[in-house]
């Protein structure tokens, strides 16, 4: 079955960066366009970013408005992981952040920016 296991989060201050990694197993990982979401406390799920199985030279990433410019969603197909390179973060940021496969989601990294 497909497991997916986020690290890198933490606590920052404005300004400051992350970088978000999340493993996956169970799966052809190079086969699958993978997503980055987060969740406020109290708040829905929102979509942060997204990123293509195509080869790198055809790959696209995708981005939320309210990240654009200052997220980069990338993949290892080697290793079989995705990342988020959070920068210039900002106290919106805080949230719970999932990458998803489909339906399928890890049990998620906290990011604190305060």
């Known amino acids: 079955h497909v497991q997916l296991v986020e690290s890198g989060g933490g606590l920052v201050q404005p300004g400051e960066s992350l970088r978000l990694s999340c493993v996956a197993s169970?799966?052809?990982?190079?086969?699958?366009?993978m997503s980055w979401v987060r969740q406020a406390p109290g708040k829905e799920v929102e979509w942060v970013a997204g990123?293509?199985?195509?080869?790198?030279?055809?790959?696209?990433?995708s981005y939320a408005d309210s990240v654009k410019g200052r997220f980069t969603i990338s993949r290892d197909n080697a290793k079989n992981t995705l990342y988020l390179q959070l920068n210039s973060l900002k106290t919106e940021d805080t949230a719970m952040y999932y990458c998803?496969?489909?339906?399928?989601r890890g049990q998620g990294t906290q990011v604190t920016v305060s």
């Open positions: 990123i293509t199985s195509l080869p790198s030279l055809f790959r696209a990433a």
């Open positions: 998803k496969k489909g339906p399928v």
């Open positions: 169970g799966i052809t990982f190079s086969r699958h366009d």
